[in-house]
């Protein structure tokens, strides 16, 4: 991530890890609070200790992070939370739609019925929550589509957003585009969502696949007229 978003307080943990039958590279973010970092998306089985090592480049240890924010419950967000729990005393935070997901009440919507170990939900987010952060306030946004209660996080004093998989960035070209249809349950409900995300200021976005992104509301505005794409 370039300098100035280091020195914001927010930084990528990119990941590579087998994930089913693919080698995948996944975004975790930190977000660095007076408290302490903060966590967004814990990654899939096996990525505890890839987390591990990016805290300790950054001068935290694991057990420093005090919050676990999840966008949303799919395995590769969620399904490393257990594991993470058993190493940090973290509050965990997700929006109360996906909660029962996470805390396995409910199956997850997608996969093959082997489900990742359930974790508690401490705190259940809405659109419009500000968490206090050096980076400035991060707002909850309610991005559902891909998943029922899936949530962004947005920088307004920056302009940075932290898409989950509302928008992704790992095609061969790197560009901004849209979630990918295939893994989305309610496309309808997601160009929604991407077209309420145009409609703020976004100068760059962190995407869970694909990373940094130096691009923002134009690039945001033209897949929300395209529509989402197979």
Do not use: N, Q
Not at 31 to 43: M, Q, S, W
Not at 54 to 70: K, M, P
């Amino acid at each position: 991530m370039p300098a100035d978003e280091r020195e914001a307080g927010v930084h990528t943990l990119p990941i590579t890890v087998e994930y089913g039958s693919r080698t995948i590279t996944l975004t975790p973010t930190l977000v660095e609070t007076e408290r302490g970092p903060v966590l967004i998306d814990a990654g899939p089985e096996g990525a505890l200790e890839g987390l591990r090592t990016h805290l300790r480049s950054l001068g935290y240890a694991l057990e420093d992070i005090w919050l676990v924010v999840l966008t949303h419950h799919d395995a590769d967000h969620a399904g490393g939370l257990d594991e993470l729990l058993e190493a940090v005393d973290a509050v965990v935070a997700t929006h109360r739609e996906e909660a029962p997901y996470i805390a396995g009440e409910r199956d997850p919507i997608k996969g093959d019925g082997d489900r990742y170990p359930p974790a508690d939900v401490d705190l259940e987010l809405a659109g419009g929550v500000r968490i206090p952060t050096l980076a400035g306030p991060m707002e909850v946004l309610e991005t559902p589509g891909h998943a029922p209660g899936h949530i962004s996080l947005h920088f307004p004093e920056d302009g940075l957003l932290i898409a989950g998989d509302a928008l992704v960035a790992d095609g061969d070209d790197g560009s901004l585009s849209g979630p990918k249809p295939e893994f989305t349950p309610d496309t309808d409900r997601a160009l929604e969502s991407v077209g309420e995300l145009a409609d703020r200021e976004i100068e760059h976005v962190v995407c869970y696949h694909g990373g940094y992104v130096d691009s923002g509301s134009e690039r945001i505005r033209e897949l929300s007229e395209r529509g989402l794409e197979d």
